[in-house]
């Protein structure tokens, strides 16, 4: 009796998400715990090569998805932080301007999907205290995140641009709302955005060491010092701006050390860790 009850349960809560639905919106709302399982596969992935070839074809699958069923939000924020990692991870370092590109991307996804709240469309381009006002109204914890993360990845590489620069405040307001509804998020990501804002760049620039260091410290102690990327932002932010040598190759020397599989669901990410601290050290006489 009790499992016809649970069987009853489950068909009443399919019929109850897929009333309305097209039907091409109801495969696609049916195929995302596939999605969702793909997802995990790739974070949990000790070869990044593997991972590198694998996350367009996903990608690209799931702007697919998307076209059959355009408000579907969670495909959007997983669209956002696909092309915001795979840009991080692995087109970066070789070709900033792809980069660039595929950041813009990621943030267009995490827009269209905060779109739903009153008053947020457009929200980069709103006058100040409408952007203000319009943060406050979300709590959509990973579309903004995720947004954010692509904004910020965008930025840093391009600080020549006057429109970028223009954009600093709107994104460090961005990431405190961010901490603020959740800090632990994604790894405690709020933190580690905030401690990459505030020691990437000079004062004049809104850099604040003193902000950037609590921050970097932050993340490490909610993370139990097992996600690793944490000490290479620190190292390529915070150390290199205050010219200081040691902290920075004990950070690296730290990710370097430790196990890619001390934390199995963010493998990939710990993997991505070592080769860009592995990239640093051999550039530590340029940088200091």
């Known amino acids: 009796m009790r499992t016809l009850l649970k069987k009853a349960v489950l068909v009443l ?35 990044p090569d593997l991972a590198r070839q694998a996350i367009p074809a996903n990608l690209k699958m799931m702007e697919g998805m998307l076209k059959s069923d355009e408000n579907n939000a969670a495909l959007m924020d997983r669209l956002a932080e696909g092309f915001c990692g795979y840009a991080f991870g692995f087109v970066e370092d070789d070709d900033p301007r792809r980069a660039s590109a595929l950041y813009s991307r990621g943030r267009d996804y995490a827009l269209r999907s905060l779109a ?25 914890v990973p579309s903004l995140f995720w947004l954010a993360q692509c904004w910020a990845g965008w930025l840093n590489l391009n600080l020549d641009k006057p429109e970028a620069l223009a954009q600093v405040s709107k994104l460090e307001a961005a990431i405190q709302r961010v901490a603020e509804l959740d800090e632990t998020y994604h790894y405690a990501g709020p933190h580690l955005l905030l401690g990459s804002f505030y020691g990437g760049r000079t004062r004049l620039l809104g850099g604040d060491p003193e902000k950037a260091r609590f921050h970097f410290e932050r993340n490490l102690e909610l993370n139990h010092n097992k996600f690793l990327l944490a000490y290479v932002l620190y190292a390529r932010t915070y150390a290199v701006q205050a010219q200081d040598r040691d902290l920075f190759e004990r950070l690296l020397r730290k990710a370097l050390e430790t ?21 640093l050290m051999g550039m530590v006489d340029e940088l200091f």
Request: charged share 25%; proline share 6%; net charge negative.
């Open 13 to 47: 809560s399919v019929l109850a998400l897929l009333e309305g639905c097209s039907a091409q919106q109801m495969a696609v709302r049916l195929a995302y715990p596939l999605v969702d399982g793909q997802y995990r596969s790739v974070n949990e992935e000790s070869d």
């Open 116 to 140: 739903a709240y009153p008053g947020v469309a457009g929200l980069p381009d709103l006058e100040r205290e409408e952007y203000k006002t319009a943060l406050q109204k979300i709590d959509s």
């Open 259 to 279: 196990p890619s599989g001390v934390l199995p669901e963010q493998r990939l990410a710990n993997e991505t860790a070592k080769i860009k601290a592995n990239k």
